[in-house]
């Protein structure tokens, strides 16, 4: 015979199987009668019933929620490099601050130190040039990331972490004792950050006497690391790459007079005038995280700039990343693909989330787990985040400004190099769409009109 408290499990599981049929019922009703109205509405009243199905089916319910979006990114580093010869090294501090549709804001402080060594080469063909450089720079990274409910909020965290001094060692020691549970979270720090880095760099050059100096670069930077957040016990494992490449000219630039008897070859190859802004020292055109090029030896010459000179500068930028959140412990949370393309003024990126509790994305994503480098494993992964994927893609306007200083010299035979300043970036969101898991596609005009305010 069955006891009371038995009795009382066994009607409250059918009351819980009554409740889950009920809204499913009312989802497929939803379904048909807003089948006339805009997808942005169809998707909210589909969105809401699912978060409703999958609370009351005890299930992780983050990936049914709708997202608010980024509509303001702005990133400020501070510089330091040193050249001794070939080697490379160099120390940098981030703050970056994104501002999202809901009012939200979401901060990280980073620092890092990067070390590396560089090669160069350089032909001259009677009155023009050809000149190469390489460099291979490893580097680490530690910080935190906060969160803010308020404009008011944010202000007030951003003047405290510009007065906080933060060495990557105490992150690195504060994120550890967090993970495994020897000491007490800062209730202010949303997750802590430990990455490694590793960049190639390269930078060809050409000159035609004082009529013409231009080149191109590349570098290739990729990344790997772990968010710690030890509030909600969950890990982030991500890897991340990114590659720029770019072109630069300038017509008539300059003419450099020899000064004490030594030839200068005219187009300032190793001057701080010559050649276009971001060759040497002073200014590097390939990206903020690099360092000074190969420092050259020193020219006895007087270099004239010429004001009327024809200028062009230009890059490309791609990159893309992965993570997966776990917790609490190795239970995996959830899977996101990000994807970019743009050039100095605009940036277009594809954002994908994955929900490993989907059936079709547990497949894929074991199949793809057993033998990571198949390429019919990445084909299913990929066919699985498209049929079941929340997507955003987005469009932003971008600024990239930077103030760096320098200079160099050279002493018993080896060249040594100095630079310092910083540098930002600004992107503005333009548009947005976005398809919920097993939605349609609608204009995030919610998301606009925030980036405008």
């Known amino acids: 015979m069955d006891s009371p408290l038995r009795s009382d499990d066994g009607q409250a599981s059918v009351e819980h199987v009554g409740l889950v049929a009920l809204i499913a019922a009312f989802l497929v009703i939803a379904t048909a009668v807003t089948a006339g109205a805009s997808p942005a509405f169809r998707n909210s009243v589909r969105g809401g019933f699912e978060h409703a199905l999958c609370v009351v089916s005890g299930q992780s319910c983050t990936s049914a929620e709708r997202e608010p979006c980024p509509t303001l990114r702005t990133v400020k580093t501070k510089v330091q490099r040193f050249a001794v010869s070939y080697l490379r090294l160099g120390h940098d501090t981030v703050l970056a601050i994104e501002r999202r549709s809901d009012g ?20 001259g063909y009677g009155a023009s040039s050809l000149s190469g450089e390489a460099m291979l720079v490893l580097g680490q990274r530690a910080g935190r990331t906060y969160e803010a409910a308020t404009p008011q909020e944010a202000r007030a965290l951003v003047e405290r972490l510009r007065r906080q001094q933060l060495p990557a060692v105490r992150s690195v020691v504060a994120g550890a004792a967090d993970l495994a549970g020897l000491a007490k979270t800062d209730p202010s720090v949303s997750s802590y950050v430990l990455a490694g880095d590793g960049a190639v760099d390269a930078l060809s050059r050409f000159g035609l006497g004082p009529v013409l100096v231009g080149g191109a670069t590349y570098r290739d930077h990729g990344e790997i690391g772990v968010r710690i957040a030890a509030h909600a016990e969950e890990i982030t ?24 008897g030594r ?28 360092g000074p090029g190969p420092a050259r030896s020193p020219r006895d010459s007087l270099t004239i700039k010429n004001p009327l000179a024809q200028k062009y500068e230009g890059e490309v930028i791609s990159g893309g990343s992965l993570a997966m959140r776990f917790g609490p412990g190795p239970t995996l949370l959830g899977i996101e693909v990000v994807g970019a393309l743009g050039t100095a003024g605009t940036r277009r ?20 787990k057993a033998d990571p480098g198949s390429a019919t494993a990445i084909a299913g992964l990929g066919r699985a985040a498209r049929e079941g994927a929340a997507i955003d893609v987005r ?17 018993g035979g080896h060249a040594l190099g100095l630079g310092f300043g910083s540098q930002s970036s600004v992107e503005e969101l333009v548009e947005q769409r976005s398809r919920p898991a097993g939605g349609e596609w609608e204009q995030r005009t919610d998301c606009v009109a925030a980036a405008a305010a």
């Not at 494992?237 to 004490?260: C, H, K, L, N, T």
């Open 104 to 123: 939200t804001y979401v901060m990280s402080l980073m620092e890092g130190t990067q070390s590396g060594v560089g090669i160069a080469a350089e032909r």
């Open 237 to 260: 494992a991500y890897v991340q790459m990114d590659a720029r490449a770019g072109a630069f000219f300038e017509a008539m630039s300059e003419i450099a007079v020899p000064v004490g």
């Open 263 to 290: 030839g200068a070859a005219a187009g300032g190859r190793g001057s701080k005038a010559g050649g276009p802004p971001g060759v040497d020292l002073t200014k590097s055109p390939r990206g903020a995280q690099d």
């Open 349 to 368: 990126e594809i954002r994908a989330r994955l929900d490993p509790a989907d059936p079709g994305v547990r497949a894929a994503f074991e199949v793809w």
């Open 395 to 411: 469009t932003f306007k971008t600024k990239r400004t930077e103030h760096l200083h320098g200079g160099q010299a050279a002493l």
